[in-house]
Structures are given as C-alpha cells and as structure tokens.
C-alpha cells in the first residue's frame, strides 16, 4: 500500500504480517460460523443419570482490536493501495472507510466500482504471478486487513463458507460488469442514468423490504456515476430531472424510487425517442 508515512508507522514483521489461516479465519466470523462447531457443544447421547457432565469453555472470541493493530493496513483518503499493473501478492478486507477501483483505458482513468466495508480486494493474489488489473484509491480514510496469497488459498481450500463467499462476490461482479456493458450501449445520457437505477431497483427488492412497487437504496453520486461511465456532475443533473418529474426522491445518499413501473415506462419512452432519432 502506497502512503506518505506508512515507514512511520510500520511495525516489526513479527507483528504486522498478513494474516495466518487461522487468524484470517476469525477476521471473517460470520463465515467461519457457518463451518466451525462451537466449543463445549453437548454430545448426542444424553448423559447418564447422576453423572458429572463436565462442560468445556469455548474458546474465547478473536480481538477485533488485536486483529487490527496485527494486520490492519491504515489509508487515509487519496491513498493509492496498490497500482494497475503491479505484482498482486495480497488481498485485502475492508474493514472500515471506501475505496474505488480505477482502470486505465486510452489513457484516461474510469471508474469500475466502488467497494464498502466487508468486500474483498485484489483477489488476483489467487493466481501467482498475476498483475494488478486496476489500482485502488481510498475515497476516505479506513482500514483494510490484508491477506497474501497462502492464507487466501488456504481459505478457500479448507473453508468451503469463505469460498462461497469469494463466489458471490465474484458473481456480483460479474453481473454490475454485464450490466454496465449494457449500459453504455445506450446512447443518451438519462437512459443510462435510469436503467441503472431500474437494475438496482430491482435488487434491492430482491433483498426484501421493499415498499410496494417501489424500491430504495444506498447510493452516492460517486457510485451511481461509476456503474454509468459518466462524470459525477452529468449524473447529478440527470437525477435532478428525475426528481423534477417525481421519477426518485434523494435524501442524503439513500435513493427513493416509488413507482417502479413509472421508472420503466419513462425508459421506454427514451428508448422510442432513441429509435426516432437514429430513422432521421
């Protein structure tokens, strides 16, 4: 990780490496939880009458704090983590603070997404000698726990819950990918900004706790300008027209839709003033 006084800061080897297997795995509880029986459980058969039934403690819970002040990579915002490009030999858990990844096309930088705490990294560690396939700036200050590349095999390979829950991001990713695909295929600007919206729209209804017919969700102008390839500025005046038209509403970074079906009528519309244009 790339930071003006991170030699400062640094800590001897023995006690800032990446994390071991075994404290990598704590670092991810809801995970290991799914895998690893407690300690002390009861045993099927019952106890035999009169018998003295001696119960183990279970072992005590990992220090989030120890974890931090072990592992945790501190960044403050503007801080380059890795770059596009570089040997990738860690992984890195976001524990606090945002960070976006950025790709060099033609020379000019454009955003691929914008991670939260709980996501996972600069995965590319999985394959040995892989390139950094986009550098990662922090949007704000925060923490990140880092894993090199033999603690993140050795969790996928012996922790089937943390492997799935590489999958799922990795699908996730897969997904915002195609659909930002989609997106730019389109050729004016509000119907970017507002087939992103139906496609969050709809997963957060996925997520459950909708209301009827609508949807709402997190999101910052930031993010929503990354998953449609247009400046933060553009897509702010593109949701302002939509709250003109009673389309969204915005409070704070939460985004209101409620009335979906309206949302996809007015894409439609879009989509036929599209096709008008492209027959004169």
């Keep these: 990780m790339t930071h003006p006084s ?37 045993p099927d058969e019952p106890a035999e009458p009169g018998a003295r039934v001696t119960v183990t403690p279970a072992e005590p819970g990992p220090d989030p704090e120890r974890l931090r002040a072990r592992f945790g990579r501190p960044f403050e915002a503007g801080d380059v983590i890795f770059r596009e490009g570089e040997p990738g030999t860690e992984a890195y858990l976001l524990e606090e603070g945002r960070v976006r990844l950025i790709k060099k096309v033609r020379g000019a930088e454009r955003s691929l997404m914008v991670l939260k705490p709980g996501d996972l990294f ?71 900004v507002v087939n992103a919206l139906l496609k969050l729209a709809q997963q957060s209804r996925g997520a459950g706790g909708a209301p009827p017919n609508g949807a709402s969700f997190a999101i910052s102008p930031m993010e929503l300008s990354t998953r ?8 702010k005046r593109a949701v302002q027209q939509l709250r003109e038209g009673q389309y969204v509403r915005v409070a704070d970074e939460r985004l209101e839709i409620p009335d979906i079906d309206a949302l996809r009528r007015l894409f439609g519309l879009l989509g036929l003033k599209d096709e008008i244009r492209g027959e004169q």
Excluded: C, F, Y
Aim: proline share 4%; glycine share 8%; aromatic share 0%.
């Design 228 to 235: 449609v390839g247009l400046d933060v500025d553009t897509v």
């Design 122 to 192: 600069g995965e590319s560690a999985l394959l040995g000698g892989a390139a950094r396939w986009s550098t990662a700036i922090a949007l704000s200050r925060g923490v990140a726990l880092t894993l090199d590349q033999g603690t993140l095999q050795n969790l996928v390979e012996r922790n089937p819950a943390v492997a799935l829950r590489l999958i799922k991001q990795l699908v996730g990713r897969l997904r915002d990918a195609e659909d930002q695909i989609e997106i730019m295929m389109l050729a004016d600007t509000q119907s970017k």
């Design 6 to 42: 991170e030699g400062d800061r640094a800590a001897p080897d023995a006690d800032r490496g990446a994390l071991s297997p075994s404290d990598a795995e704590r670092a991810l509880p809801s995970a290991a939880a799914e895998v690893a029986p407690s300690a002390g459980a009861a």
